[in-house]
């Protein structure tokens, strides 16, 4: 009997063969129950790990056969997580259309549509974010459950507000008001001023301020600064390198700013350790200075700029 195969056809009929195998193969089954997982990417949400939870609720959300509900609840928590925690409102936004999208008859569809509308805004996209203001129909949301952690501790009529919200917003604030933050008190006005400005921002939105021209170039004017501050922490401030050598050396060169004068105008450095704090602060200014300048001006050159120094009145 003759072979079916000529000697050529055979290494593709193998790499065929090959191919069905492991296309029949079944998908490895999760090493941890389902509940188990869902349990740790919550317990990381809990801990303030969010993009951590947000990995680990992606892979309970691709390797165990979850109902649609269910998927869409961790798609909502998902982008949850990207909008009010990380800020990623490219990648909330199409969590929030996965849930739309994917899960129409799901409760969480309202409030999708909602945070939809609110992504784009941030995004600065408003004409798609009055389009999709427009095309959506939303519904009583007394209803729609919220997975958020810490206990319910305020309510702004059907928005959540739990002690997990007013951890994270105290943490947010500088160094120096957070500290004024001691006890319960401090935390029960504290949390009266976030849903006053809470009220405050809902009232205003509904007037249209938000397309006032004043309030859209100050929101410009805003966001250029903190862009501008962003790539100088990244450019200049974390390339300053200290080392305690180059201290010493700076405070020696510079011995007369750190030598006062006493009553009977006798002169004396005060010792490294007693200025040392005061010779840092002056070092890094330098430092960053000096980093900044040369940042500017390789900028300068490379975007051939030119000051008509002479034209200025």
Same mark, same amino acid.
């Given at each position: #009997?003759?072979?079916?195969l000529?000697?050529?056809q055979?290494?593709?009929?193998?790499?065929?063969?090959?191919?069905?195998?492991?296309?029949?193969?079944?998908?490895?089954?999760?090493?941890?129950?389902?509940?188990?997982?869902?349990?740790?990417?919550? $317990?990381?949400?809990?801990?303030?790990?969010?993009?951590?939870?947000? @990995?680990?609720? &992606? &892979?309970?959300? &691709?390797?165990?056969?979850l109902?649609?509900?269910?998927?869409?609840?961790i798609?909502?928590?998902?982008?949850n997580?990207?909008?009010?925690?990380?800020?990623?409102?490219?990648?909330? =936004?199409? *969590?929030?259309?996965?849930?739309?999208e994917?899960?129409?008859?799901?409760?969480?569809?309202?409030?999708?549509?909602?945070?939809? @509308?609110?992504?784009?805004?941030? =995004?600065?996209?408003?004409?798609?974010?009055?389009?999709?203001?427009?095309?959506?129909?939303?519904?009583?949301?007394?209803?729609?459950?919220?997975?958020?952690?810490?206990? @319910? $501790?305020?309510?702004?009529?059907?928005?959540?507000i739990?002690?997990?919200?007013?951890?994270?917003?105290?943490?947010?604030?500088?160094?120096?008001?957070?500290?004024? $933050?001691?006890?319960?008190?401090?935390?029960?006005?504290?949390?009266?001023? *976030?849903?006053?400005?809470?009220? =405050?921002?809902?009232?205003?939105?509904?007037?249209?301020?938000?397309?006032?021209?004043?309030?859209?170039?100050?929101?410009?004017?805003?966001?250029?600064?903190?862009?501008?501050?962003?790539?100088?922490?990244?450019?200049?401030?974390?390339k300053?390198? @200290?080392?305690?050598?180059?201290?010493? =050396?700076?405070?020696?060169?510079?011995? !007369?700013?750190?030598?006062?004068?006493?009553?009977?105008?006798?002169?004396?450095?005060?010792?490294?350790?007693?200025?040392?704090?005061?010779? #840092?602060?002056?070092y890094?200014?330098?430092?960053?200075? !000096?980093?900044?300048?040369?940042?500017?001006?390789? #900028?300068?050159?490379?975007e051939?700029?030119?000051? *008509?120094?002479?034209?200025?009145?």
């Open positions: #009997m003759k072979n079916l000529t000697w050529s055979r290494p593709l009929a193998v790499v065929l063969l090959a191919l069905l195998a492991a296309g029949c193969e079944q998908k490895p089954k999760p090493n941890l129950p389902a509940e188990k997982a869902r349990d740790f990417a919550n $317990i990381l949400y809990n801990r303030e790990l969010y993009k951590q939870a947000v @990995v680990e609720y &992606q &892979q309970y959300l &691709q390797n165990y056969p109902d649609e509900e269910e998927q869409a609840n798609s909502f928590t998902i982008a997580i990207y909008f009010d925690r990380l800020r990623d409102y490219e990648a909330a =936004l199409a *969590y929030y259309l996965r849930v739309k994917l899960y129409p008859r799901s409760g969480l569809v309202d409030d999708s549509e909602r945070r939809v @509308v609110e992504c784009l805004e941030r =995004l600065q996209r408003s004409a798609d974010a009055q389009h999709a203001l427009e095309q959506s129909t939303f519904l009583d949301t007394a209803q729609v459950t919220k997975k958020r952690p810490g206990q @319910v $501790i305020a309510k702004i009529g059907d928005r959540e739990t002690s997990g919200d007013l951890e994270f917003e105290m943490k947010s604030l500088p160094p120096f008001m957070l500290a004024q $933050i001691k006890n319960r008190g401090d935390k029960l006005e504290f949390l009266r001023q *976030y849903v006053a400005t809470e009220l =405050l921002y809902d009232t205003a939105k509904r007037k249209g301020l938000e397309r006032d021209q004043e309030v859209i170039d100050a929101a410009f004017q805003a966001k250029k600064n903190i862009l501008v501050q962003k790539l100088l922490q990244e450019e200049v401030a974390q300053v390198d @200290v080392q305690e050598s180059d201290l010493d =050396l700076y405070y020696r060169a510079n011995l !007369a700013r750190y030598t006062p004068g006493d009553s009977a105008g006798q002169q004396t450095p005060r010792p490294f350790e007693e200025v040392r704090n005061q010779v #840092m602060q002056d890094m200014r330098e430092k960053q200075q !000096a980093a900044y300048d040369r940042l500017v001006e390789r #900028m300068m050159k490379a051939n700029v030119v000051i *008509y120094d002479d034209k200025v009145q």
